[in-house]
């Protein structure tokens, strides 16, 4: 197993998962070093066997994040950088501000699938292995992550309407 090769092929989108389920770059980036150094224990309990590395670590980060939320009740949100910009870069800005923390704001596990399928975009059944549960779960998961986003940002699109 070349470490090097492992780490340049899967640091960058192990550390949007990370950053996306923390709201924080330096728990990101000390969640990611958590997980490589994991690898490179003696008794890591990596098998290759049973998952690729890629799932493995993806499970790994997942794993050091819960670590963290269990430490502290609510995850600090990250310093937004207010640079000087054209209008529409700043609603923008803005916009995603808002879906941002509105991703943060959904339950834990229903964060953590939708985070995986449309940000990292890995199927459904990679998803399922790296929570270790049924694809039915992550589809439920998903549904109701998706629903509770559109009812919290329905304020901010006015041409859509409220389901009853």
Request: net charge negative.
């Given at each position: 197993?070349?470490?090097?090769h492992i780490?340049?092929e ?7 998962f ?9 728990d990101a980036?000390?969640i990611v070093?958590?997980c ?15 998952s ?8 790994v980060?997942?794993?050091q ?5 269990r430490?502290?009740s609510?995850?600090?949100p ?9 209008e529409?870069?700043?609603l923008?800005?803005e916009?995603?501000?808002v ?5 943060l704001?959904l339950?834990?596990m229903?964060?953590?699938v939708l ?10 059944a990679?998803i399922a ?24 940002l ?6 859509v309407?409220r389901?009853k």
């Amino acid at each position: 197993m070349d470490i090097l090769h492992i780490f340049d092929e899967h640091h960058v989108p192990l550390f949007r998962f990370a950053y996306r389920l923390t709201g924080s770059v330096a728990d990101a980036e000390d969640i990611v070093q958590a997980c490589f150094v994991e690898l490179l224990r003696p008794d890591c309990s990596y098998d290759p066997n049973r998952s690729p590395v890629r799932t493995w670590l993806f499970g790994v980060v997942r794993n050091q994040a819960l670590k963290r939320f269990r430490q502290r009740s609510v995850p600090d949100p990250p310093d937004i950088n207010e640079a000087a910009s054209p209008e529409h870069q700043v609603l923008r800005s803005e916009i995603e501000e808002v879906v941002r923390r509105a991703v943060l704001l959904l339950p834990e596990m229903q964060r953590e699938v939708l985070i995986l399928a449309h940000y990292e975009q890995l199927p459904l059944a990679d998803i399922a292995a790296i929570l270790e549960i049924e694809v039915g779960a992550v589809k439920s998961r998903l549904q109701r992550a998706r629903a509770t986003l559109k009812e919290t940002l329905v304020a901010y699109a006015p041409s859509v309407e409220r389901e009853k």
